[in-house]
């Protein structure tokens, strides 16, 4: 097949990673494959470096960027679409919300039979933003959705938002979850390489680190783990808060850390690379993630698979992975929740312990890279099938 991906930016992210396992294994199995990228701006990092010479083309579009821009935007449109022609895909497939409005109305408008798939790894719409900005987005994306031959959730949460908000049919939506590189987090990690990252960052070797991977943006919730570290660092004398990740909330973030005195209770590791979050997550005792919106963010089943338990926010698809045998689950901006749920996985290393090994029992199967693109391979297929019926 002829596949043509499109997705907004290639920063460090979920959607990103995704995208990239994607092309990488949808090209080592014989399909002809291009990645059609806007430019990765901002502070979040980015993923060109991994996507070289992975067996796929990659193509940079300018004005593709995350924000609305009429003028660019409309560029962008004329360029894709131009791509399009020229490249005569099978399949087009959008991730991510500008790329998948962009890239469905300009593959819909070519004058050439392609089905046309959208992942949707997040909805711009929720409700931590203005009702007419909610109507807006909804509206453009029930729009889209009339160009769409069919959806990929990364959650069933994510089915299930978009169907209750009018876009698409049940009949058209699959479930596939966000493919992880599982043998870099299944993998233990030498004692001494971990014993060096604490080193690092200044961590006691006997400390229990709590670990955060998000960035450092708004709605990602790191204020409401500071508001919890406040009080559990009275105590418990050896925990420690371990925030991986760069955003424009860097300053503000730490200037709060510092204020409140707890500058040697909470590190920030800034910016790290992709190869680097497995060790970063093994050399932690709790990942505590509590974003107030994720599809299913991927630092969950990363840290299962490092045997590590999680404390998150039950938010979209986190309780399709997080359970009582897992980790613990909080109602999101429930500070004494958190607060609970952290304190007993402090206070009780053998819980931690118990919890870990049952959530890598838990996800081994569904995170892996093959199982994803079995299913959107699979999709592919009867979409093309069908097409020749």
Not at 333 to 362: P, T, V
Request: charged share 25%.
């Amino acid at each position: 097949m002829k596949i043509v991906h499109i997705i907004t930016r290639l920063i460090l992210g979920g959607a990103q990673e995704n995208t990239l396992i994607t092309c990488k294994l949808l090209a080592e199995r014989g399909h002809n494959v291009t990645l059609i990228t806007g430019p990765a701006i901002g502070p979040e990092g980015q993923l060109f470096e991994q996507s070289q010479n992975q067996g796929f083309n990659i193509i940079t579009v300018d004005e593709m960027i995350r924000s609305i821009a009429l003028y660019k935007d409309l560029i962008a449109y004329c360029k894709i679409k131009k791509l399009l022609r020229e490249l005569k895909p099978d399949i087009v497939h959008t991730h991510s919300a500008k790329a998948g409005i962009l890239g469905r109305f300009a593959a819909s408008g070519i004058e050439i039979d392609t089905k046309i798939v959208h992942t949707i790894h997040g909805l711009a719409f929720h409700e931590y933003q203005s009702k007419w900005l909610n109507r807006f987005y909804i509206a453009i994306e029930k729009a889209a959705a009339k160009k769409t031959d069919f959806f990929i959730s990364v959650a069933d949460a994510m089915t299930e938002q978009a169907l209750a908000a009018g876009i698409g049919s049940p009949e058209k939506f699959i479930t596939a979850y966000s493919a992880i590189e599982e043998e870099d987090f299944l993998q233990s990690k030498p004692e001494q390489l971990k014993k060096e990252f604490r080193k690092k960052y200044e961590i006691d070797q006997d400390a229990v680190v709590l670990i955060t991977v998000a960035r450092l943006f708004k709605l990602k919730g790191h204020k409401y783990i500071i508001a919890s570290a406040e009080r559990l660092a009275k105590q418990f004398e050896k925990a420690v808060w371990l925030f991986v990740g760069d955003g424009n909330l860097s300053g503000k973030l730490k200037e709060e850390v510092y204020q409140l005195g707890l500058a040697e209770k909470i590190k920030f590791t800034g910016l790290l690379s992709p190869d680097e979050i497995p060790l970063a997550i093994s050399s932690s005792d709790v990942l505590v993630h509590c974003s107030l919106r994720e599809g299913l963010a991927r630092a969950l089943p990363q840290a299962m698979l490092s045997a590590k338990p999680v404390v998150s926010f039950d938010t979209d698809g986190a309780k399709e992975v997080v359970n009582e045998n897992t980790g613990r689950l909080v109602k999101p901006k429930n500070i004494e929740q958190l607060i609970n749920s952290c304190a007993e996985l402090l206070e009780n290393e053998q819980l931690r312990e118990e919890l870990g090994l049952a959530g890598r029992e838990f996800v081994k199967e569904k995170f892996a890279p093959a199982k994803m693109v079995d299913t959107i391979e699979g999709v592919y297929k009867k979409l093309l099938e069908e097409k020749a019926l």
